[in-house]
């Protein structure tokens, strides 16, 4: 069974930093890509950030998040740094079995972990 599962998320001031981990199982973790995606409030959700041998990030998050991934632990990350609030949002990892970077959606469907809150405020 294909699992992902987030964790790591809180609430941050402007400027701090966390650490996001996206645990899975249940599939060859080490031959598909993985991505972040955010949903903030009243907006779509959008990708954010992807691995595969190498890192892709949307405009926004690059040059402070940084994504990596361990293959003996099945678990990516997504280190996040000088947060701002506009970064608040559900973050969500996902997969849909391919093995390029970002995901497309004409890749087909997504499986998706259950997210988790993240909320930069003072």
């Known amino acids: 069974q294909v699992q992902l599962v987030e964790s790591g998320g809180g609430l941050v001031q402007p400027g701090g930093s966390l650490r996001l981990s996206c645990a899975t199982s249940g599939f060859r973790f080490h031959y598909y890509a993985i991505a972040w995606f955010r949903q903030a409030p009243g907006k779509e959700r959008e990708q954010i950030s992807c691995?595969?041998?190498?890192?892709y990030y949307e405009d926004s998050v690059k040059g402070r998040f940084s994504i990596s991934r361990d293959n003996d632990r099945n678990t990516v990350y997504l280190q996040m740094s000088r947060l701002k609030p506009e970064d608040t949002a559900v973050y969500y990892c996902?997969?849909?079995?391919?093995?390029?970077?970002?995901?497309?959606?004409?890749?087909?469907?997504?499986?998706w972990g259950g997210g988790t809150q993240v909320t930069v405020s003072s």
């Open positions: 691995i595969t041998d190498s890192p």
């Open positions: 996902a997969t849909d079995f391919t093995q390029a970077c970002p995901l497309k959606d004409s890749n087909g469907p997504k499986y």
